[in-house]
């Protein structure tokens, strides 16, 4: 079956510490992945994605995401988080209609 | 500006009602997608249409239907078959698969 998984419902960071959110997928062809961001009411904005080639993308807002098809994983991260990161982070996957994860909501102390 | 609209930004309805939420696009984008989003649930896939006249079901496609009369526009009804349809819905655009979707800004549906 065709899922993604976070396995992380929500992630509190320091704001300048660095952050990586976790995703897994399970998908029978070509993964294309993606990393959207939402802030609460909003709809969802893309961070970066993943169609083919090198297997560390950059994204908007100083993101990065690495590809690794043996772990079947695409995890998100940052170096250095700032307070307006706080939001809910999806992973999905799928060429044409998305598969979603349940999202990590990701908190940023003071 | 190029985007995607959703209208009414809230809405409410009372039970064995019918209503329509509304999506539009300027991006000429051939794919359209609605996805449903519960707290806690992720987004889940309604419907979506690859091209005007043509649409597939989704994973919950179950009391729901759509029209894509216009390349623009892909209305989706709730109708009063749907037994819990409080959420939040969201519509999205793409030139095609596997392009990158683009999001509106959602409606949220509230049952009275």
């Known amino acids: 079956a065709q899922s993604v998984t976070q396995p992380d419902i929500h992630i509190t960071v320091s704001e300048g510490a660095s952050l990586e959110l976790r995703c897994n997928y399970s998908?029978?062809?070509?993964?294309?992945l993606f990393w959207y961001v939402q802030s609460p009411g909003q709809g969802l904005q893309l961070l970066l994605k993943?169609?083919?080639?090198?297997?560390l993308v950059q994204g908007i807002k100083g993101f990065e995401a690495e590809f690794k098809r043996s772990q079947s994983s695409f995890n998100l991260r940052k170096p250095s988080v700032h307070w307006s990161d706080a939001a809910e982070y999806f992973c999905?996957?799928?060429?044409?209609?998305?598969?979603f994860g349940k999202g990590t909501t990701l908190s940023v102390s003071s | 500006d190029g985007g995607i609209t959703q209208s009414p930004k809230y809405l409410f309805r009372k039970e064995g009602q019918n209503v329509t939420l509304s999506c539009e696009q300027n991006?000429?984008?051939?794919?359209m997608y609605w996805y449903r989003q519960d707290p806690g649930q992720g987004l889940r896939l309604i419907y979506y249409?690859?091209?005007?006249?043509?649409?597939q079901k989704g994973d919950i496609a179950e009391g729901y239907s759509v029209s894509r009369e216009k390349k623009e526009s892909f209305p989706l009804t709730v109708t009063s078959a749907q037994k819990n349809p409080t959420a939040f819905y969201l519509c999205?655009?793409?030139?095609?698969?596997?392009?990158?979707?683009?999001f509106g800004p959602g409606t949220r549906l509230t049952v009275l």
């Open positions: 991006l000429n984008h051939d794919a």
């Open positions: 249409s690859q091209i005007v006249n043509d649409f």
């Open positions: 999205a655009s793409a030139l095609g698969p596997p392009d990158t979707q683009y």
């Open positions: 999905a996957v799928g060429a044409g209609a998305l598969i």
């Open positions: 993943y169609f083919s080639g090198d297997t």
């Open positions: 998908y029978g062809a070509t993964p294309y």
